[in-house]
């Protein structure tokens, strides 16, 4: 082998021996504590629907600023260049080809004020040029500055009506911000919910390892027995089979396991391949039994009705539904504006002499751009004008059918708002009811789980006399398992009926001490 090869395969080696500690098998890495604490923060830090949901809200504040912007105001600058040539219908035109030139460069201001109105602000220029003899002034320096303003009286008016849009783009960033609420809601729920499933499923596989364990023991009981001719060999292959079918069940809460760890993981958005989402999950949180700490039913369907997100979110539909009611009634009100106009003006230029027979003279306005602009604001050259217009189409159905539509609107979403607070009603009772339910089932759990071990602990006794058989010993063996498991199971069923009942009030995020920021929301 040449010393190349040797150094190759000295590097190929080195990186191997660099890569082995992180080659470790998950099966091997040590357990992620899980806290139900930190479930809940991953979740709101990590979950992949809450992520998505939040940039609803964001993209309902931009629509607040796109009607708002209704009330910007527009700076327009226009210039340009032109010639004209053409003939002159003029018996006095000389010459009878006549030609202007023309330059303007024009800057204007307007703006739509919340009370219904708008104003323009215009400043006009026009430098003019032209080849007739008997222009006064050549070229010529026209200056003019136009004050316009138009307020609605009846149809249009009011701050109300003008900013309906944008009080309905309010509404429905609200309305956003509910459902980004019931969203975060419902996903936590399923996360603690998910974080039992997977607490229940340790706790039964311990009960399912003792119980197998106690199976080996009677095993090796029996075989004993079997051995000094006290009992009949028929019973090892009893004490067997039952070991084997306890094996069975303990294999298959391992697998149960594993499924609510991934289902956890995927709440919590651990990517599997990373050596996080590989790891087993161990929860820290002991599954406790508090009963009465969920207050009375009269306090939680006062709460449902006054926090539940989708009960406030038809509310604030009612709110946009009546500001387009009172902004439709307006637009039945005739058309009745108000308008004026101010302006000044003032030319300059170039005089020329002009003589025509008898006649002679001169332009009194001579001089350059700058004298145009100091007699436009001199105020001694202006304009103003005052009226009003007033329109209305005979019969307005259009407006009219727009506003019993809305009407309508407004009743159809009466009916949904008194429809959801019935369901919100029955979900209350019955997540109520069914905590009641489930703390009646823990005690009753407990007290089988008693039962069951008193009864296996008499009959262990009488086996050992040789008063029962092993058949008997491994029944009670599977009662007192199953006991077991359904007082765990009872608990757990309690810690996700109140969740359910914290649900459907809307209290998860307070008694998890939450509160959605508006970084949260964006």
């Known amino acids: 082998m040449s ?34 604490k930190e479930t809940i923060e991953d979740t709101l830090k990590n979950n992949v629907s809450i992520a998505v949901q939040k940039y609803n809200s964001k993209i309902s504040e931009q629509s607040i600023y796109e009607e708002e912007a209704d009330f910007d105001m527009t700076l327009d600058f226009d210039v340009s260049v032109g010639e004209e040539t053409g003939q002159s219908a003029s018996a006095f035109a000389n010459p009878a080809k006549s030609r202007n030139q023309n330059y303007n460069w024009d800057f204007s201001i307007s703006q739509k004020f919340v009370t219904g109105g708008d104003y323009e602000l215009s400043f006009d220029n026009n430098r003019n040029r032209t080849n007739s003899t008997v222009a006064g002034l050549n070229p010529q320096y026209s200056t003019e500055m136009n004050l316009t303003l138009t307020q609605p ?77 006290t009992m009949a060999p028929l019973e090892i292959l009893q004490a067997q089979s039952e070991v084997a079918s306890r094996d069975e069940l303990l294999l298959s809460a391992q697998d149960t396991i594993l499924d609510n760890e991934d289902s956890l993981k995927n709440i919590l958005n651990y990517s599997f391949d990373t050596k996080q989402g590989q790891s087993r999950l161990r929860p820290t949180e002991d599954p406790a039994f508090d009963p009465g700490t969920e207050g009375t039913l009269v306090e939680a369907l006062q709460e449902a009705l006054n926090q539940r997100p989708d009960l406030l979110g038809k509310k604030k539909e009612l709110d946009n539904r009546n500001i387009e009611v009172k902004y439709n009634e ?57 009226g009003l217009n007033f329109s209305y189409p005979i019969g307005n159905r259009a407006a009219k059918s727009q506003l019993v539509a ?65 058949f008997n010993v491994l029944e009670f063996q599977e009662d007192l398992a199953e006991q077991q498991s359904n007082e765990i199971k009872a608990i757990i069923d309690y810690k996700k009926s109140k969740n359910r009942l914290r649900q459907v009030k809307a209290q998860t995020l307070r008694d998890n001490n939450i509160e959605l920021s508006e970084s949260d929301k964006t």
């Open 330 to 386: 307006n637009q039945t009100y005739p058309t009745l504006d108000l308008v004026s106009s101010l302006g000044l003006n003032g030319i300059s230029g170039e005089a020329i002499n002009i003589t025509s027979g008898s006649f002679q003279g001169t332009s009194k306005f001579g001089g350059g751009y700058g004298n145009s602009l100091s007699d436009l604001g001199s105020g001694k050259y202006h304009l103003w004008e005052f």
């Open 153 to 229: 009286l009846l149809k249009d008016f009011g701050i109300d009506n003008n900013k309906s849009d944008i009080y309905i783009a309010k509404n429905n960033q609200k309305i956003s911000d509910y459902e980004f609420m019931d969203s975060v809601i419902d996903i936590i729920t399923n996360a603690e919910n998910t974080y039992w499933d997977l607490v229940f499923s340790i706790e039964d596989l311990k009960v399912k390892k003792k119980s197998l364990e106690r199976a080996q023991d009677l095993e090796k009981q029996v075989k004993a027995q079997v051995e000094v001719g």
């Open 3 to 36: 010393l190349l090869s040797k150094v190759v395969l000295g590097y190929i080696f080195a990186f191997f021996i660099f890569l082995q500690p992180l080659m470790v098998n998950a099966e091997d890495a040590p357990p992620i504590p899980l806290s139900l």
């Open 406 to 470: 809305k009407k309508l609107e407004v009743a159809q979403l009466l009916l949904d708002i008194k429809d959801l607070e019935k369901t919100i009603a029955v979900e209350v009772r019955e997540a109520y009811r069914q905590i009641k339910t489930d703390i009646k089932r823990v005690h009753a759990s407990r007290l089988a789980r008693k039962l069951a071990e008193e009864k296996l602990s008499a009959e262990e006794k009488k086996f050992e006399v040789g008063l029962s058989t092993s």
